[in-house]
């Protein structure tokens, strides 16, 4: 089966590949005006070009670019009474109607014949004349001539492939167009899907020539012309076969891929060959050339997603978006960092070695020196010897009090404030002693240096004046 295929490409530029391989086009669709690589093309996004599509997720709708013999719209060989079938077709078509007539197809009579005139731009007969090709846009998804009107996209679904031993039976629809209207379908390559846990997930992969060739599918095309259009729409189909055992992995079907500018790919173009024949048939067969099959983006799977990393293998280094790669870059740089590091070094050392003896001096000397700077004390020479004064003042009162068996408390804190006053160039005042209460024979609390010693309010006599409870003061006022 063939569902989706690569073809991102001008016809200019598929014209030179072809010839490259040996199959000229003197007919080829113009290019798009706007430089773009992607024109509308059927199933895109509006624009008048209507000439082949270039996307790298070709899907069914499309208009795709077909190589054929330049022959008439009836196909190849004489054009029969029952529109453009031979008598032996007839049976094959199943009884379908004509198709309609225009004015371009003319039937040629027997005296053209004897002459030997055909149709401009055409040959279909063994001898004077070669051959001529062209590369045409078609709509993928073969629509029958007879058909009347455009059928839905359901019906063109089931038309984009033509199994192979379909052919090989007699009748069906296919009669007419195998023996009279053979193609070729040209591609960079094609999708097929893996299927995995019971076809809950399916892994979407790209096959191509290894050479990097054209990939030349054999296909049928038709030409039609609705009853309400004058408009004629030219379609194709893609033949399938079995899977060679490369593709065995993905899908048990194929695209018939004829090899080229071979032989085998001009006898199935050959108007002259115009009957179905076991020849034509054999060339229907497993591709046994050199393929290329990767896994690829997942977004191809939707139809109107379209990018060139659609056929990039997803391990590949130039696909952005595999993630390996960005912890892939992370690490050269890491390591080529560290290499330069490294090398750094090993230059150093070995400019040591050649003799530069000085060479770790001059580098210890090129930082920049720092000088501490002294900062002076805030203490003057005449407080420092005050201060000495006041301490050997302060060992005599402590010694001095020691022998009368006083605590120090008090007298260390007397020092201090002496001390202070000597600093600060004032006098201060001494507190009061104990027993000193200036006749009034109130003692003076202490206070410490070294704890928090509350104070506690003084108690009042009851019978002062103004005061009283609360309550006995409500009593009395009722």
């Given at each position: 089966m063939c569902g989706r295929y690569a073809l991102a490409l001008r016809p200019?530029?598929?014209?030179?590949?072809?010839?490259?391989?040996?199959?000229?086009?003197?007919?080829?669709?113009?290019?798009?005006?706007?430089?773009?690589?992607?024109?509308?093309?059927?199933?895109?996004?509006?624009?008048?070009?209507?000439?082949?599509?270039?996307?790298?997720?070709?899907?069914?709708?499309?208009?795709?670019?077909?190589?054929?013999?330049?022959?008439?719209?009836?196909?190849?060989?004489?054009?029969?009474r029952h529109g453009g079938q031979t008598s032996k077709d007839d049976d094959d078509a199943g009884n379908a109607p004509p198709p309609p007539c225009s004015d371009t197809d003319t039937i040629p009579n027997e005296e053209e014949e004897e002459e030997g005139v055909d149709k401009p731009g055409a040959s279909t007969r063994s001898g004077d004349v070669d051959v001529h090709y062209k590369l045409?846009?078609?709509?993928?998804?073969?629509?029958?001539?007879?058909t009347k009107r455009n059928p839905g996209y359901g019906s063109v679904m089931k038309t984009i492939n033509c199994r192979d031993d379909s052919l090989a039976q007699s009748g069906g629809m296919w009669g007419s167009m195998?023996?009279?209207?053979?193609?070729?379908?040209?591609?960079?390559?094609?999708?097929?899907?893996?299927?995995?846990?019971?076809?809950?997930?399916?892994?979407?992969?790209?096959?191509?020539?290894?050479d990097g060739k054209l990939m030349c599918f054999a296909g049928l095309w038709d030409v039609v012309q609705y009853e309400s259009d004058n408009e004629k729409q030219y379609t194709y189909t893609i033949i399938t076969t079995d899977s060679n055992k490369q593709l065995n992995f993905l899908h048990d079907r194929m695209p018939v891929i004829l090899e080229n500018g071979s032989e085998q790919l001009r006898r199935w173009l050959d108007p002259k060959r115009h009957e179905w024949s076991k020849e034509l048939q054999s060339l229907l067969k497993p591709y046994d050339g050199e393929l290329e099959v990767y896994p690829v983006s997942k977004d191809v799977g939707k139809v109107g997603n379209n990018s060139p990393s659609f056929i990039i293998p997803v391990d590949s280094k130039e696909n952005k978006s595999n993630i390996a790669n960005f912890f892939t870059k992370s690490t050269a740089k890491k390591e080529s960092k560290k290499g330069e590091v490294d090398k750094g070094q090993g230059k150093e050392e070995g400019e040591v070695k050649d003799g530069d003896k000085?060479?770790?001096?001059?580098?210890?000397?090129?930082?920049?020196?720092?000088?501490?700077?002294?900062?002076?004390?805030?203490?003057?020479?005449?407080?420092?010897?005050?201060?000495?004064?006041a301490e050997a003042k302060l060992e005599q009162v402590v010694e001095g009090k020691r022998g009368q068996g006083k605590g120090l408390g008090g007298v260390k804190r007397e020092a201090d404030a002496e001390a202070d006053d000597r600093g600060q160039g004032r006098k201060r005042k001494k507190p009061p002693e104990e027993g000193n209460n200036n006749g009034k024979g109130v003692r003076r609390q202490k206070i410490s240096s070294t704890r928090n010693i509350p104070k506690s309010p003084a108690k009042t006599s009851k019978s002062a004046t103004g005061t009283q409870k609360i309550t006995k003061f409500f009593a009395n006022s009722a």
């Open positions: 200019s530029q598929i014209m030179r590949m072809l010839r490259d391989d040996n199959m000229p086009a003197y007919e080829v669709p113009d290019d798009p005006d706007n430089g773009s690589d992607e024109g509308d093309g059927g199933g895109g996004g509006g624009g008048s070009y209507d000439g082949p599509r270039q996307s790298y997720n070709f899907a069914p709708s499309y208009r795709g670019v077909v190589y054929r013999a330049d022959v008439p719209d009836w196909g190849a060989g004489p054009r029969s045409q846009t078609m709509k993928w998804g073969l629509i029958p001539f007879w195998k023996a009279r209207k053979r193609c070729v379908v040209l591609a960079q390559g094609f999708y097929e899907w893996l299927k995995k846990d019971g076809g809950r997930e399916k892994i979407p992969h790209y096959v191509r020539r290894k000085n060479a770790h001096d001059r580098v210890k000397t090129e930082q920049p020196e720092i000088n501490v700077a002294e900062i002076e004390a805030f203490v003057t020479p005449d407080d420092a010897k005050e201060g000495s004064e």
